[in-house]
């Protein structure tokens, strides 16, 4: 079974654009995360989408958002982008149900300049 | 609000000796625990998590809720066993599946 599959792998952006980022969960998964992780803040939770609704939310601000489609892929997006947006962005899909193991992508490395 | 602290940021043992990888955490409700492992170059992935209550790799550990702690033992360190370590923690009351991370700890075994 193919793991969790994260587009693009690197990105470099400048200050005040926005990215949008994909992820494509493990057939059948239909719970996707987001995790940012930085050297300075570590793993910090983002969102979680599960049947193209957002289930629960971490504490980043607005310019962070994003929404899963009917074939469990995600995308996330940042708009205005800062210095400190900076990170590794993790994606990780497991089955419904809370109790599910999850599986994490490789991430994609987002620099801004 | 969910809390994970993992007190070292570096471990450094010797090939063949114990291993300890401490946590603490806290929160309110029912929590669910895990380990995740990265070796160099490979994702996130999980190690053990206190429900299975199994070892994986040598790899034990015992959810304690009278002390919060969730430590990672192994009775014999491997040279394989390098890598950083994250435990987590996930709330199983309304948490859907947000894990809280602790900041991590880099284990080293040198022979």
């Known amino acids: 079974k193919a793991g969790v599959t994260q587009t693009p792998r690197y990105l470099i952006k400048t200050r005040g654009q926005q990215v949008t980022l994909s992820c494509s969960p493990i057939?059948?998964?239909?719970?996707v995360s987001w995790y940012q992780q930085t050297p300075g803040q570590g793993l910090q939770f983002l969102f979680e989408?599960?049947?193209?609704?957002?289930?629960n939310k971490g504490n980043f601000p607005g310019r962070f958002s994003g929404r899963q489609f009917s074939n469990s892929r995600s995308e996330m997006n940042v708009s205005t982008l800062e210095l400190g947006d900076s990170a590794l962005y993790l994606c990780?899909?497991?089955?419904?149900?809370?109790?599910?193991?999850?599986?994490f992508g490789p991430g994609t490395r987002l620099t801004v300049t | 609000a969910q809390r994970v602290t993992q007190p070292e940021k570096l471990l450094s043992v010797f090939k063949g000796a114990p291993v300890e990888l401490k946590c603490n955490y806290s929160?309110?409700?029912?929590?669910?625990l895990f380990w995740y492992v990265q070796y160099s170059r490979q994702r996130l992935q999980l190690l053990l998590r206190h429900i299975s209550r199994e070892s994986i790799k040598g790899f034990t550990a015992d959810l304690n809720k009278g002390e919060t702690s969730f430590h990672l033992k192994k009775p014999f360190a491997q040279e394989e066993d390098s890598a950083m370590y994250y435990c987590a923690l996930k709330g199983l009351t309304g948490g859907g599946n947000k894990l809280t991370f602790g900041t991590g700890t880099q284990l080293k075994v040198e022979l």
């Open positions: 929160y309110s409700g029912s929590p669910e």
């Open positions: 057939s059948g998964h239909r719970s």
């Open positions: 989408y599960f049947s193209e609704t957002q289930r």
């Open positions: 990780a899909s497991s089955l419904a149900g809370i109790l599910n193991e999850q599986y």
